[in-house]
């Protein structure tokens, strides 16, 4: 059995889920997510919890289990507090900016790179080098703030470009002198 498909996922209060078949819709106070679900899995609601069961015992059920359960648990954990994840930018002269809802990312090309996030994704700049990517939908989030990173990747001999807040850059050294 999954250890983490057999986990129960809590309701927190201001959120309602709506379970139609396979189509499970989650609506709580930050806004409302929808999915459906593949067959080979079900969704159960028991009071405040929900429990989410394989139908049988095939290897398609058995993989889809635990990930079934981690969506709908993003889903509620989204509507009732939100995801975010920050950047940092570094790199002498590398900057970014918000110009009406889209991103300015200057770093290092001739030209401003323009980014426009997703519907339902806010963008915030602090102080210059910091960005902060926040939304309720978790994979939106996570593949908003990798098309930011993707523009300038850390690379490994000064460190600069555009990494995730607490990421671990491996430095290599650089050309040895001639002897």
Same mark, same amino acid.
């Given at each position: 059995?999954?250890?983490?498909?057999?986990?129960?996922?809590? $309701?927190? %209060?201001?959120?309602? /889920?709506?379970?139609? +078949?396979?189509?499970?819709? &989650?609506?709580?106070?930050?806004? @409302?997510?929808?999915?459906?679900?593949?067959?080979?899995?079900?969704?159960?609601?028991?009071?405040?919890?929900?429990?989410?069961?394989?139908?049988?015992?095939?290897?398609?059920?058995?993989?889809?289990?635990?990930?079934?359960?981690?969506?709908?648990?993003?889903?509620?954990?989204?509507?009732?507090?939100?995801?975010?994840?920050?950047?940092?930018?570094?790199?002498?002269?590398?900057?970014?900016? $918000?110009? %009406?809802?889209?991103? /300015?990312?200057?770093? +290092?090309?001739?030209?401003? &790179?323009?980014?426009?996030?997703? @519907?339902?994704?806010?963008?915030?700049?602090?102080?210059?080098?910091?960005?902060?990517?926040?939304?309720?939908?978790?994979?939106?989030?996570?593949?908003?703030?990798?098309?930011?990173?993707?523009?300038?990747?850390?690379?490994?001999?000064?460190?600069?470009?555009?990494?995730?807040?607490?990421?671990?850059?491996?430095?290599?050294?650089?050309?040895?002198?001639?002897?």
């Amino acid at each position: 059995m999954s250890r983490i498909g057999k986990r129960p996922i809590d $309701i927190p %209060g201001k959120v309602t /889920i709506t379970i139609d +078949g396979q189509f499970v819709t &989650v609506k709580g106070p930050k806004g @409302e997510l929808s999915r459906v679900l593949p067959g080979e899995v079900a969704v159960a609601q028991d009071g405040e919890t929900l429990l989410v069961t394989r139908q049988d015992e095939s290897r398609a059920a058995r993989q889809r289990h635990g990930l079934c359960r981690t969506l709908v648990a993003n889903m509620v954990e989204g509507v009732s507090q939100g995801f975010q994840r920050r950047l940092e930018i570094q790199g002498v002269g590398y900057r970014a900016q $918000i110009q %009406g809802r889209n991103l /300015i990312l200057n770093v +290092g090309y001739s030209k401003p &790179v323009e980014l426009e996030p997703p @519907e339902g994704i806010q963008v915030a700049v602090e102080n210059n080098t910091n960005v902060v990517v926040s939304g309720i939908d978790k994979e939106i989030v996570g593949n908003t703030a990798a098309r930011i990173r993707a523009v300038r990747p850390p690379e490994p001999y000064k460190g600069k470009g555009i990494r995730y807040a607490g990421e671990a850059v491996r430095r290599k050294v650089g050309k040895a002198g001639k002897k």
